[in-house]
């Protein structure tokens, strides 16, 4: 009775608290937010506030214990840290001028394996200063007095995030036993809630000594409990052979002796034998997989002593032994079960994955590959040179060596749609349908002279705009760079008035039968023409650069995987020896990949933030900036070779040879972000001058294309043309094998 009076009384003094928040059970922001509308309530109308935790640290480490911060800002509204190193408790608050205010509270060795109980009081909130008392395994260790106030939480209670050191983002490197915030009350409240008896609290105590006394006594009075029930059943027997050696006892002597292994008195199945000591027999050892004394034996559970399943479910333990489940799903083994927690520690199960793929006959679609998990088996795409999928099944794929005949010019090559259909191109430096190819000399896509194809296509006539007959070419748009595209001209079909430059809108604005990009003085007024724009792109197909700048991207819309991407480039003046080229897989103006050509070797002028070297020859770079659009990329772009943080070098040109003046030349683009494919081949009109072969690397995994220029101006970029692909070409696999042997080798 006196000691449930103790604990009513104790739970009364508990219950004082306005509220106290069990910080580790905020499990969504539901709760989270209930909780800081409380806790703003009481900085506002309560004196204390009492942060209370139960840790265990291993030596010199420590971390955030708890903290109110801004989700916005990370502002700390109230922060308490662990300072193991310095044995130190940091209190970090943000004062009600807007500053961060911090306080040292000394503490003894908090990190020592051994587990520590913390209460710190905020105390004074309404009054003109704040104080800290920081008491330590119920002992006050350290206090702070005539400190600023702290601040008001915002009114906007999903604002504060509540963060303790059972999360990983504190960086608590222990473990964190609860964390308690008790709104109001008093210290010998808090201590209640922590088993700390301050003075004034003597109920408390009472209660943990009583309780500790009871358990004690109840511990000591089972052990009695258990000898006193051996010490029966042993006077037990010893009554019952004292019994049977009166009733075996006659005047004239005694019958001969009876065994006193029968009846058996040991265990079912264990073998008894007889003896002079007492009680007169010894039993054998146990059957093998129970434990005892040979009298008394009980089962022993193998399956949780030793664990000698695959799996811990799989384990079946039996009345003398256990048994191992077949093997889950996806993986063979023999049986296993046996008897004795030495026999499963020394056999174990063995379940080895099965490879499907091999096992299986028709696991996967034919001509599909087959990829074997831990457990099971997927399917992928078809193998190369065949189409399909797993549904409709791989068929061969068409290709050009399979045809009959060749349906091509000699100046072009067999092409395999993807749809299927074959088609035919014409190679670098000619134009035309593919079946008939003419001479293109500026690689503009448009032969010098018309060529007499059967379909009319546009690519077999030449460009021209005659003085007197205006008209409108309505079948240009069909081979622009969509996603270029800012605006129509009117094209006709005569003969090409740049034959040597790239103009493939041929404008003639002054009508001497000379184009504008050929022509010194495009307007016909005696001055040679001066460009005030640093861009002039020409509906997508033709873009032209026309002043000097920093590096610049003109970049299309689409986001593309894998693409084939090709286009001519003239660097239409001798004055100037920078950069031109083209780039793909651009994903911001920080990622992207960039081919870029310098003409000749050139320290850049600004040394700050590093010196950049260009040298002269065709390179395939990746961008990866940290620092993004800015001095620090700028001089990466400009520099040959990596730089750190910024750009990765991938391939450069081993002739080291710049670009030629008032030249045009061809690039051919392959790539495909599924498996880091990319190859760069480059042509000057139908020779092909430099070939990066197959460069792996997947730092961009596709996306947008377009044109790049560094320090260059005048340069033209014409018969721009992408197609869609994700086919991996055959050389890819070729390149791996040898990566593959020479790794082995």
């Known amino acids: 009775t006196d000691t449930r009076c103790i604990i009513c009384a104790s739970l009364k ?75 130190k408790v940091l209190v970090r608050y943000v004062r009600e001028d807007g500053k961060l205010h911090t306080v040292n509270l000394q503490s003894p060795n908090l990190a020592d394996g051994r587990s520590q109980s913390v209460i710190l009081r905020v105390g004074g909130l309404r009054r003109e200063y704040l104080s800290l008392e920081l008491y330590v395994n119920c002992r006050l260790a350290d ?83 258990g000898e006193l029930r051996e010490d029966i059943r042993e006077q037990v027997k010893e009554m019952s052979l004292i019994r049977n050696a009166i009733l075996e006892c006659q005047m ?63 384990c079946v333990n039996t009345a003398k032994g256990f048994t191992c489940e077949p093997c889950p799903p996806g993986f063979w083994g023999p049986p296993l079960s046996g008897f004795g927690v030495e026999y499963a520690k020394s056999h174990r199960q063995e379940c080895s994955d099965i490879d499907e793929c091999l096992d299986l006959a028709n696991a996967c679609t ?89 379909d009319n296509d546009k690519h077999c006539k030449q460009l021209a705009v005659p003085k007197r007959f205006p008209c409108l070419n309505a079948g240009f748009y069909t081979a622009l760079a969509r996603g270029f595209a800012l605006g129509m001209f009117i094209l006709c079909v005569f003969q090409d008035n740049c034959i040597f430059t790239p103009n493939s809108g041929q404008e003639d604005a002054d009508n001497d039968g000379i184009g504008d990009q050929c022509d010194e003085d495009a307007d016909g007024d005696g001055i040679k023409n001066v460009e005030v724009c640093l ?38 003046t001798v004055t100037d020896d920078d950069y031109a080229g083209f780039i793909f897989g651009y994903q911001d103006s920080s990622s992207f990949y960039v081919v870029m050509w310098k003409q000749t070797e050139q320290t850049y002028w600004q040394s700050i933030p590093f010196r950049a070297m260009a040298e002269p020859g065709l390179q395939l770079k990746a961008v990866k900036s940290r620092t993004g659009p800015g001095e620090f990329l700028r001089n990466a772009l400009w520099h040959t070779g990596d730089t750190d943080g910024e750009v990765k070098l991938l391939w450069k040109d081993p002739r080291n040879v710049g ?41 961009m995994r596709g996306g947008r294309l377009g044109v790049f220029c560094f320090s260059q101006e005048n340069i033209i970029w014409s018969n721009l043309r992408y197609r869609c692909n994700d086919t991996v070409p055959e050389d890819f696999s070729t390149h791996r094998k040898q990566v593959l042997m020479h790794i082995k080798v």
């Open 13 to 87: 003094k508990i219950f004082f608290f306005n509220y106290v928040i069990d910080v580790l059970s905020l499990e969504d922001v539901k709760q989270t937010v209930a909780a800081v509308e409380k806790i703003s309530l009481a900085l506002k109308t309560l004196s204390d506030v009492y942060v209370m935790s139960s840790f265990r640290l291993p030596p010199k480490l420590g971390g955030v214990l708890l903290g109110l911060y801004n989700k916005q800002d990370n502002k700390k509204y109230l922060e308490v840290a662990i300072m193991s190193k310095i044995n």
């Open 143 to 225: 206090s702070a007095q005539r400190l600023p106030l702290l601040v008001s939480l915002p009114r906007d209670a999903e604002l504060v995030e509540i963060r303790n050191g059972h999360k990983a983002y504190t960086r608590m490197q222990g473990s964190v036993e609860y964390i308690k915030l008790a709104l109001g009350g008093t210290v010998a409240q808090a201590g209640a809630l922590t088993d700390c008896p301050f003075q004034g609290d003597a109920s408390s105590y009472n209660i943990g000594d009583h309780t500790k006394a009871l358990i004690g006594q109840l511990i000591i009075f089972n052990q009695i409990l």
């Open 252 to 314: 004239c002597g005694f019958h001969e002796p009876r065994s006193r292994c029968q009846p058996n008195p040991c265990f079912n199945g264990v073998g008894c034998m007889e003896t002079f000591d007492f009680p007169g027999y010894r039993c054998g050892p146990c059957p093998e997989g129970m434990i005892g004394n040979g009298t008394h034996c009980q089962d022993i559970d193998e399956c949780s002593e030793a664990q000698p399943c695959y799996t811990p479910g799989a």
């Open 366 to 454: 034919p001509n599909s590959i087959c990829i074997n998990t831990i457990g099971s088996y997927r399917c992928g795409q078809c193998k190369v040179g065949y189409v399909g999928n797993q549904t409709a099944g791989c068929s061969p794929r068409k290709s050009c060596a399979t045809l009959s005949f060749n349906p091509c010019d000699t100046n072009a090559h067999c092409v395999i749609q993807r749809n299927g259909d074959v088609t035919c191109a014409c190679n670098v430096g000619w134009a035309g349908n593919g079946h008939t190819c003419g001479k293109d000399t500026d690689i503009d896509g448009y032969p010098d002279r018309s060529l007499p194809c059967m």
């Open 535 to 572: 861009w002039t792109i020409r509906a997508g197909m033709e873009i032209v650069q026309t002043m000097n700048s920093d590096p610049g991207l003109a970049v299309g819309y689409t986001a593309f995987n894998g693409v084939d991407f090709e286009g001519t480039f003239h660097v239409n």
């Open 659 to 699: 670009w030629q003046d008032k030249t045009s030349y061809r690039w051919q683009l392959s790539h495909r972000p599924q498996v880091g494919y990319i190859r760069v081949k480059l042509y000057e009109g139908t020779e092909m001058v430099a070939d990066s072969n197959v460069v792996i690397d997947t730092s």
